[in-house]
């Protein structure tokens, strides 16, 4: 509920990134609207770990966006006084993308144990490769923060910033390489090579969920009346995850809660700014998302429902590289 209630005010501003702080009319006010199109092109990752305290991984599925289309707008805001060198500015940035196959999905097992009843970290004991399909992609951000005027032609902003991010995948059909007790019984220890045999077939669905809430600085450049350069970059410890993942063939659902691992996000933006009021623009950026671990909830038709400390983790890998046209509204 409290996550909603910060979702919904910090909904209402953002930056775009490729803004521009110019005083118009004498007040100083800039409203910009850009379109965009882009391309998500990475990968998510859902693990289990062996145990509370341990690095060593049970089960690790990564859910690919090779890529993801997606169409978005921007929306910002700034003010800043004539004459002077200090601005403020508040903007949203929202994105969805367009439900597609968007790759594979990977599954990969440890879970082998030698004679002496040790666990094997390194001994990889199954794998699984599915069609993935996104069917759910919606990326907002809102930020705002102070902007300062070194020169005519160059400008600073430091900001914070907090970014909602949700992902829905589903896993269809598939090949699958499983230890021969997992597929019948008759004492041969080859592994058993084989297909589901509905190739669309839903085998699995995973949920991701993100809240990040961190600090922003950012550079502006200007090279000449037609074109800018903005470079930006956001650090932060404070992410919270939420995840349900769906195995449909077992009737198992698990559900995790992690928080605080390790966000960053450099990002740089071309623009080429032909008459005043309108621009249009390159970013690619690059998110990464990991070290989160928490508690995982399994809950399985007919059985108890169980809860692990700590040994539920996830990662996010991604290039985001987008072509926006601007507009920008004066008065």
Known sequence: MKRTCVFTLLLTVSVCLTAQVQPVGGKGFSLSLAP??????????????????????????????????????????????????????????????????????????????????VWLSDFLTHYSVHDNNTDNALLIDADFGLSFKVSETYSLRAYMTYDYMTFLWTARGGSLLYPAEDTDKDGDLDQRHYYLPNSRQAVGTYKQTWHIVSPGIAFYGKFNRFFDIDISLKISPLVWLDTVDEHLLRDLTIEDSMSFGFFIEPMIVFSFTPRGNVALSLAVSYTNMSGLRGDSVYKQQGEQTIKHQDVGGAGYRVFDIGLTVRYKVLW
């Open 36 to 117: 965009s199109l882009g391309l998500l092109n990475g990968v998510a990752e859902e693990i289990v770990y062996y145990k509370k305290g341990s690095k060593g991984k049970l089960s690790q599925l990564l859910w690919n966006m090779n890529p993801l289309v997606y169409a978005g707008v921007d929306i910002n805001f700034d003010w800043r006084r004539p004459g002077n060198r200090l601005g403020l500015f508040v903007g949203s940035s929202f994105k969805r993308g367009i439900p597609m196959e968007t790759g594979i999905m990977e599954d990969r097992d440890w879970t082998g144990y030698n004679s002496n009843g």
